[in-house]
Structure formats: C-alpha cells, structure tokens
C-alpha cells in the first residue's frame, strides 16, 4: 500500500509538521517530524519547494473537472523553487532519507520526483522541470491534515499551497543589498591595478562559449558566489575577456581561498567554472620558512592545494594558513568514496596488518600539529597549547558539518558538494594533542563518485582479475 501523509501548522505562514509514507518497495513505514532528534527535517527552502509540488498535486487531482488540465510540475531558473528541489534532488541530504526512506543507499525521493533538464545540463539556459511520477506516488494517495484535521477542499488545498511558496519567495530574496562601488581607474585590459592589501584579484575562468555569457548569466553566477561564500555585499567584477570566459573578482584573501577550493570540488560546476587563478598583477607574496617542512623540502599535501588548478607560487601559499583542517575534511570527503570501496576492489585474501604497516596507516589520518601551527621548537614536539588545539579541532568539526548538511536556502551550490559523512571521535594524543580517528562501515562506492584516476585503476583491477583467474 502506498501512501504518504502531509501534516502541516494552520495559515497564515503554514510549516511542515510530519511526514508518514508507506511504499511496498520499502520495508517500514517512514516518519519524520520537523525538528525531531532522529528521522528529521528542517522547513528549508528545498522542503517548501517539495511541499508546494505535492499539495498542488494533490488539490489538481481533487479538481471536480470534466475535462482535466494537465499535472502541475514546478518550472524554473535559478533562482527559483524548481531549482531548489532540483539541487536537492542532486545533493541527497540527509534529510530526504529520513523523510521518505532509502532503497540501496539512495533516497527514495528520487524514484517518486521525475525532472528534465537535470542540473541544467542537458541545456544550460533552458528552465528545469519537476514533476511527481503517478506510477509510484498516485496523487489520490496523498493526504493533507491541518493539525489532524483531515483537509480535502481542493481550493484549500492550493490556497496552501500558495502560502508555503510565498514563504519559499520571501526566502529567496535574501538580504543582499547594492553596494555602490565609486569609479577607479581601469588598466587597458579591463584590470584594476591598485587593488588594497587585504583585497586580491583573481580570474575565474568559465568552459563556455564568450557570446553566451550574457549579464542575466553573469548576475546567477556572482549571486552562486555570494551564497557560498556567506556574504550579502556585491562582489566587485574588475574584467571580462573571451578565452571561454574568464571573469576578474575583487575578493579578500580568505574569500579568494574559500572560493579555489570550492571551485576545486566543483561547487559551481553548473556554471562551467573549472578554474580559479591569480592575475599576473597580482604581487606574490614571498615564500617563508613556514612553507617547508622540518627537513627542508615541501609540506605534505594533506589540504588538496596542489589539485587546485593554479600555477602561481604566490596562490599557494595562501593555502598554508588555512590548513587548519578545512580543507583537509573537504578533499577527504571527496576521496572517501574510493578509500571505503578500494579493500573490496583488491585481489587475494585480505589479512590482519602487523603493528608496523598498522602504524604507517594510522599517520595518514593524523592531523600533525606542523600544518596547523608554527614550526615548534623540537621535532615531534607539542607546538600548540592543548585547549587551543581542541577548540580549532572543534571549529573544524562543526565547519564540516555544516557543509556536509548542505544548505538549501536559495539554491546554495553547496547542494553539489556531495561529501561522504565520517563519524569521528576525538581522542587526546601525546605528539600532536587531539586526533581523529575515523569509524567506518564498509558501502558500496559508485563509479560516478570516484575520483577519475581512481576510476580508471578499478577499470584495470576488473580486466586484470580474469587474466589472473585463467592463469590459475
């Protein structure tokens, strides 16, 4: 029996309350309630997008109509509520498997959502579409209580559903506000020069036709760039200049970092960004001891820097200082699909390590105190008072947990982030004070969240094993 209940507060301002839903292809009937300590949801923009879908859905088939009008869907460009549900559609937060189950590790959301024009990839200036797919959800199976009362009126039903999309629109407009920004002189290539010292400038290059990239283009994109960055002011644009198209961002040091890596991962991968850089004006800064390790050649690279696709040595080191953990959750995050999935890609009969190769393994998830801090004194050394280092090491934990949550809210690009969830503990440790050591369930890894170099070695363990097989 398939059958999913809405219960929501009394208008004006009517929020989700709870969600039953019974699916034959599910083992359990699923609850989850706003706020709740398990199996819960928020009243967040992609909820009130999916909400406004269902109730419509449910009033246009409540319609007495001889001849009835077609199925509402939810039609849009960004930023709109079909790109909302769309972004959560794409990035499977948690949330979507506490409401509506999951079959194989993936939400069920998906089978019961249809959508063209997926992420805007089969056309990038065309709208997306959702609609609810009838053969798995019927729409006379949707029932809509207003505190426990049942509610069947199908004018009701879209006057609801008209109050959870106005909230959805006054979400959406945010509180940016036009910052004026006075006139300076320009360089002939369309480059300011004398750019601040807390300010840099860098070149966002975009893999799309220069003709194509309009001002309607252009705003979508700054806007992206201002909801990941968490910041409402106008983001100066210094340049533009065909090559694909390259943008010239006036940023702080802190926002130029935050917006490489995030560029890194893909974050803004709808709008064709694949890669950020400094522009030749900017002055580097010089290299300092704190860039070499004790023994006097490179750092490791337990941050990602070097997969960011830049060149300057300049750029580089401004990704020292943030090296606190950040970036170390975010690329551990993008790799974790292949580092949990690679013990049942190996041939052969898998065997307990000896204290040694234990050992070795054990350092890669470390987080040495020399990435975070200074030098110390002495090598292996404490270089960090305890209560500091733990009040970073919980900074980071709460960062990583906020981007692996995803933020809905105005069709945040973090929605395509997509990190692998790690449980950690954090245990004292008597060289480099609190560590982390992660606890891990085997699942099964997909190819499509694979790393392509990664990809392509399971592509030759799979052609390697039958060789060996035949061999024997």
């Known amino acids: 029996m398939t059958e999913l209940t809405l219960t929501f507060t009394r208008s004006p301002r009517a929020e989700l309350l709870e969600t039953r839903f019974e699916h034959p292809r599910l083992d359990r009937k699923v609850v989850a309630r706003l706020g709740a300590y398990d199996q819960s949801f928020k009243w967040t923009a992609g909820v009130q997008a999916l909400s ?147 300010r840099v400038l860098i070149e966002l290059v975009l893999d799309r036709p220069f003709e194509s990239f309009g001002p309607d283009d252009e705003e979508e994109l700054l806007r992206a760039i201002r909801v990941l960055l968490r910041t409402s002011r106008e983001l100066p644009v210094r340049g533009k200049r065909p090559g694909s198209v390259i943008l010239t961002l006036e940023l702080s040091r802190e926002e130029a970092r935050e917006l490489a890596a995030a560029v890194a991962r893909g974050a803004l991968a709808n709008f064709g960004a694949t890669a950020v850089r400094p522009v030749s004006s900017l002055q580097q800064e010089p290299r300092t001891e704190k860039n070499e390790s004790p023994t006097g050649g490179p750092r490791p690279d337990p941050t990602g820097s070097r997969h960011v696709p830049v060149g300057a040595r300049g750029w580089r080191s401004w990704l020292v200082a943030p090296r606190r953990m950040a970036l170390t959750g975010a690329l551990f995050g993008a790799a974790g699909g292949f580092w949990l999935a690679a013990p049942a890609k190996l041939p052969g009969t898998p065997h307990a390590p000896t204290k040694e190769q234990a050992e070795k393994r054990e350092r890669k998830f470390v987080i040495e105190p020399s990435c975070a801090v200074e030098e110390p004194a002495t090598p292996n050394s404490q270089s960090m008072r305890p209560d500091a280092s733990r009040a970073r090491l919980r900074q980071y934990l709460a960062s990583l947990g906020q981007i692996n949550e995803g933020d809905d809210t105005v069709d945040s690009p973090g929605y395509a982030l997509n990190l692998v969830r790690v449980p950690v503990s954090i245990l004292p440790d008597h060289t480099s004070g609190p560590s982390i050591v992660p606890a891990v369930r085997p699942v099964r890894a997909e190819d499509d969240f694979l790393p392509p170099p990664f990809r392509r070695q399971k592509k030759q363990l799979s052609a390697a094993r039958p060789l060996e097989d035949h061999r024997r």
């Open 52 to 198: 406004t879908l269902l109730l419509q859905t449910a009033a246009w088939h409540r319609r007495s109509q001889l001849v009835r009008e077609e199925p509402p869907c939810l039609e849009g460009r960004r930023p709109s509520a079909a790109a909302s549900l769309n972004d959560a559609l794409t990035s499977r937060p948690q949330r979507t498997c506490d409401m509506f189950g999951e079959i194989g590790g993936r939400p069920f959301l998906g089978h019961l959502i249809k959508r063209w024009n997926a992420d805007f990839n089969t056309s990038p200036n065309a709208p997306v579409r959702l609609w609810l797919e009838p053969a798995e959800l019927p729409p006379a199976r949707i029932r809509v209580c207003i505190d426990n009362d049942p509610l069947e009126d199908p004018e009701k039903l879209w006057t609801l559903a008209e109050d959870v999309e106005r909230q959805w629109r006054g979400k959406a407009k945010g509180v940016a506000q036009s910052i004026t920004v006075p006139p300076v002189p320009d360089h002939p290539a369309g480059v300011r020069l004398n750019v601040s010292a807390n």
